[in-house]
T-cell receptor, first 115, second 111 residues
């Protein structure tokens, strides 16, 4: 169990640029979640995958955000035309499916700063 | 949107004292979990309680759940300086698979 890995750890970008983050979940985990967290707040749900299928996406998420999980393995989160309000920690978590496996395992996050 | 709300938002205690944090939520749930987060890091799972359970223990942690009041509490006994962190409750609403978090309680344990 190598844990959930997120890259990059930090990203600084200029407003209007596109950014892409990667998450490698624990290998046998079929559930994958993306969250956004700003200072002093709890993680805010963005989207959720069951294997390669994106089953739920927050209505708060604008069309500038897109996530993929090809082949049900790693996942990418892309933000197009970044805005200063996108500055936050982006967290990825994974878990197994089913009763008794609800515990989420989190990565260390990607800290995005939009200048 | 955030399902849960923790109370208090900040708590400062002396080492050795007990710390109690509360969580209220809005909709029916399958389970409720508590997580801990050290500054700038990812979250770590502490304990899960199911909707048909009322109390659960794990080491120095005690969690209660009152589904009629839609609330839960986390008690940390004999606190240590290393318990300094933010604590979040997370719920999985019935019929859905997304896990949503509260705004958290920031705990400071003074040595």
């Amino acid at each position: 169990d190598t844990g959930v890995s997120q890259n990059p750890r930090h990203k600084i970008t200029k407003r209007g640029q596109n950014v892409t983050f990667r998450c490698d979940p624990i290998s046998e985990h079929n559930r994958l979640y993306w969250y956004r967290q700003t200072l002093g707040q709890g993680p805010e749900f963005l989207t959720y995958f069951q294997n390669e299928a994106q089953l739920e996406k927050s209505r708060l998420l604008s069309d500038r955000f897109s996530a993929e999980r090809p082949k049900g393995s790693f996942s990418t989160l892309e933000i197009q035309r970044t805005e200063q309000g996108d500055s936050a920690m982006y967290l990825c978590a994974s878990s197994l499916d089913g009763r008794g496996h609800e515990k989420l395992f989190f990565g260390s996050g990607t800290q995005l700063s939009v200048l | 949107s955030q399902q849960g709300e923790e109370d208090p938002q900040a708590l400062s205690i002396q080492e050795g004292e007990n710390a109690t944090m509360n969580c209220s939520y809005k909709t029916s749930i399958n389970n409720l979990q508590w997580y801990r987060q050290n500054s700038g890091r990812g979250l770590v799972h502490l304990i899960l309680i199911r909707s048909n359970e009322r109390e659960k223990h794990s080491g120095r942690l005690r969690v209660t759940l009152d589904t009629s009041k839609k609330s839960s509490s986390l008690l940390i006994t004999a606190s240590r300086a290393a318990d300094t962190a933010s604590y979040f409750c997370a719920t999985e609403p019935g019929g859905y698979q997304k896990v949503t978090f509260g705004i958290g309680t920031k705990l400071q344990v003074i040595p």
